[in-house]
């Protein structure tokens, strides 16, 4: 299969304007992401999607750029654009401000595409702050991978021990955290994205709950990966922190 590696990336943001271009360690973010990307055996290419020309000049030196219309809800539907016009049987949706994002991660959810029309990760939770925090997204998978059900509450309830800590009770089951990464074979994601809004999607305001509620089965990997993510200015000083601390992105940034 010839999958591609797609990061949509936007100027526009509420909380951090500008932020796929905002400098980490002497490189922009998005640079990072791409870098990190092409490490994927999986992948056949990178590729950028924006609507931004400010982006596109600044990526285009180091990595094929796609530009897209402006009107896109979504991330994904920005992927969908690039995907229907380029020839590859599906795409890695690639979150655009994890700098730190794991090769194997994005392998594994490309890899999936061979069985499955759509893939995501998730990872253990260990983190009992993470464990009600309604921005970290849970998810349940049946036996075999499948996703059950994924939601900002706390899923599944543990109706013996209902009032045990957070600590207490991630040592009872193995909850699980969604990552936002997606694979999807061509075809589902044109499906997809011409599906309306769902009423659970609505209700949780997580846009992997259409699929599901249109029976678009989900194959979840479980991986050894927790992402670690720039949503805000305040997060740049932690990621640099925590890249000083890994030797290769050191020797990169000093490079």
Not at 175 to 196: A, C, S
Not at 223 to 249: F, Q, R
Request: glycine share 6%.
């Amino acid at each position: 299969m010839k999958i591609l590696g797609i990061i949509p990336a936007r100027f526009a943001s509420s909380r951090f304007p500008g932020k796929p271009l905002h400098p980490i360690a002497g490189k922009p973010l998005i640079q990072w992401v791409v870098e990190q990307s092409r490490k994927a055996s999986a992948l056949a290419e990178t590729i950028v999607a924006t609507d931004d020309t400010r982006i596109q000049e600044a990526v285009q030196p180091f990595c094929r750029v796609e530009m897209t219309l402006s009107s896109h809800p979504s991330g994904t539907d920005r992927v969908a654009e690039v995907a229907e016009r380029l020839d590859c049987d599906g795409v890695v949706n690639i979150q655009g401000d994890e700098p730190m994002i794991d090769p194997s991660v994005i392998d594994a959810v490309a890899r999936g595409l061979e069985t499955s029309g759509m893939t995501t990760a998730a990872t253990l939770i260990r983190d009992p702050g993470d464990y009600a925090n309604p921005n970290v997204t849970k998810a349940v998978v049946s036996q075999s991978g499948a996703a059950l059900i994924f939601s900002r509450r706390t899923v599944p309830y543990l109706r013996e021990e209902p009032e045990a800590p957070a600590d207490a009770q991630l040592e009872r089951f193995p909850f699980r955290k969604h990552l936002g990464i997606y694979g999807y074979r061509k075809e589902t994601l044109e499906r997809l994205v011409q599906l309306p809004e769902s009423s659970l999607e609505k209700a949780e305001r997580l846009e992997q709950l259409r699929a599901l509620e249109n029976d678009i089965p989900i194959r979840v990997l479980t991986v050894d990966y927790d992402s670690i993510g720039v949503d805000v200015p305040e997060d740049v000083a932690k990621v640099e922190a925590l890249m000083g601390s890994t030797p290769e992105n050191k020797e990169e940034s000093e490079a």
